[in-house]
C-alpha cells in the first residue's frame, strides 16, 4: 500500500505543514505545481529531499486559485483547463522526475463527477507521457482516464469523512474532517485490508485503493501519518510506493 501526502504547499515565506518530517514517512508526495499554493524554490526543495528519500514525486495539480488554495470550483473550459494543468507539471517536471498526476481540492472533487474537467485531466497526464492518474475509485475521472490507457491508482483519505454514496464530505459540513489519530489508523487498516471505510452515517462503502492520503496541512499530519504507517506494518500491509510509474523512456523530465 503506497502513503502519499499533499507537501510543497507553502508559498513564499508562508509555510504549511511539516514537509520534511512527512518525507521520512510516506511513499509519495503530491507537490503543489504554483496554482493553489507553491512555488519555484519550494517546488525544488521538495523535489530535492524527496529524491534523497527514495519518496515518489506527483504533481498536485489546480485550479488557479492561489487565493482560495484551489478549494473553489472555478468555470474553465476544459481545452484551456487542460493546458494550465499541462503547464502545472510542466513546471515540477523541471525539478525531477514527476512519476504521477492527482488534481488538488475542489479539481478533485469536480473531475470525480464532471466529465468536462475530468477530461481535462486526463489530456494532461496523456501530454505529459501517459503518467498515471490518483484519484478516487469509481470515479468520471478513473473511468476516462481507464479509457484513454492510463494507469488508474485508486485513492482512499483516512482523515476525511465519506458520504455514503463514496464522495467526499465537503469541508464545509460537519463530519469533513477525521483527527482522532486511532480512528485515522483504524480506517487506514479497513481501507487497505478489507477495501472498504465506514461513511458518516455508519454505512459501509466499498473503497478499493492502492494509495492511502494522510494531507498535509491536517492537525497533527506527522503524528497521524506515523500512526497510519505502523498500524499497516502491524496488520501485515507491505508499505511501498504503487509500482509501474516511472515516466516513459526518453520522456523529458
Not at 503506497?2 to 518525507?23: C, H, I, Q, T
Not at 475530468?118 to 470515479?139: I, K, T
Not at 459540513?173 to 480506517?187: E, F, K
Not at 455508519?202 to 504507517?229: F, I, K, N, T, Y
Request: glycine fraction near 12%; proline fraction near 6%; include cysteine.
Amino acid at each position: 500500500m503506497d502513503l502519499n501526502s499533499d507537501l510543497g504547499e507553502g508559498f513564499g515565506v508562508w509555510r504549511l505543514g511539516d514537509d520534511d518530517a512527512l518525507l521520512t514517512i510516506v511513499t509519495s508526495a503530491n507537490v503543489a505545481c504554483g496554482f493553489h499554493a507553491g512555488d519555484p524554490a519550494t517546488m525544488r526543495r521538495v523535489s530535492d529531499l524527496a529524491a534523497e528519500r527514495g519518496v515518489r514525486v506527483g504533481a498536485q495539480v489546480s485550479y488557479r486559485d492561489l487565493a482560495g488554495f484551489g478549494r473553489r470550483r472555478i468555470e474553465v473550459p476544459p481545452d484551456e483547463l487542460a493546458d494550465e494543468l499541462r503547464y502545472q507539471i510542466g513546471a515540477l517536471a523541471a525539478f525531477g522526475p514527476v512519476a504521477y498526476v492527482k488534481p488538488h481540492g475542489a479539481l478533485y472533487n469536480t473531475a470525480a463527477v464532471d466529465a468536462g474537467h475530468a477530461s481535462a485531466v486526463v489530456a494532461a497526464a496523456v501530454a505529459a507521457g501517459g503518467r498515471p492518474v490518483l484519484c478516487q475509485p469509481g470515479s468520471v475521472l478513473a473511468r476516462l482516464a481507464a479509457e484513454r490507457g492510463l494507469r488508474v491508482v485508486g485513492e482512499g483519505f483516512v482523515d476525511r469523512g465519506y458520504l455514503p454514496d463514496g464522495r467526499l464530505v465537503p469541508r464545509s459540513q460537519s463530519g469533513a474532517l477525521v483527527t482522532d489519530v486511532a480512528a485515522v489508523a483504524a480506517r487506514a487498516v479497513r481501507m487497505a485490508v478489507d477495501g472498504v471505510v465506514e461513511a458518516v452515517d455508519g454505512s459501509v462503502v466499498p473503497m478499493p485503493v492502492e494509495s492511502l492520503c494522510v494531507h498535509g496541512d491536517s492537525p497533527g499530519a506527522v503524528d497521524m501519518a506515523r500512526a497510519v504507517r505502523a498500524a499497516l506494518v502491524d496488520a501485515g500491509v507491505a508499505v511501498a510506493a504503487f509500482t509501474g510509474v516511472e515516466p516513459p523512456p526518453g520522456h523529458a523530465n
